[in-house]
Nanobody
Framework: QVHLVESGGGLVQPGGSLRLSCAAS????????MGWHRQAPGKERELVAV???????KYTDSVKGQFTISSDNAKNTVYLQMNNLKPEDTAVYYC???????????WGQGTQVTVSS
């Protein structure tokens, strides 16, 4: 079992920045990739970004150039730096971990990000 704990969400004005963190613990030796999804009200959950142990990253088109995913393998932690935030970025952001970059075997509890003036 893998336990994921997110932090860093909150309320921010348009144009502002936030950094989300997700710390993994438990049976993590098989985890090859970690990343973030988000789910806005009334919408389906969507993949935002993912990173593997080698540092290879993938982003959904809508956040390229705006969000940056990074990781600290020694701390089993993944980060999502979000810049120039827009109201449409408002969502619950979920951390995931998986055995491949396209598997989402474990999920965090989610952290709310609200972009509003």
């Amino acid at each position: 079992q893998v336990h994921l704990v997110e932090s860093g969400g909150g309320l921010v004005q348009p144009g502002g920045s936030l950094r989300l963190s997700c710390a993994a613990s438990g049976n993590i030796f098989f985890m090859y990739a970690m990343g973030w999804h988000r789910q806005a009200p009334g919408k389906e959950r969507e993949l935002v970004a993912v990173i593997n142990r080698g540092g290879i990253t993938k982003y959904t088109d809508s956040v390229k150039g705006q969000f940056t995913i990074s990781s600290d393998n020694a701390k089993n932690t993944v980060y999502l730096q979000m810049n120039n935030l827009k109201p449409e970025d408002t969502a619950v952001y979920y951390c995931h971990a998986g055995a491949t970059m396209t598997r989402y075997d474990y999920w965090g509890q989610g952290t709310q990000v609200t972009v509003s003036s």
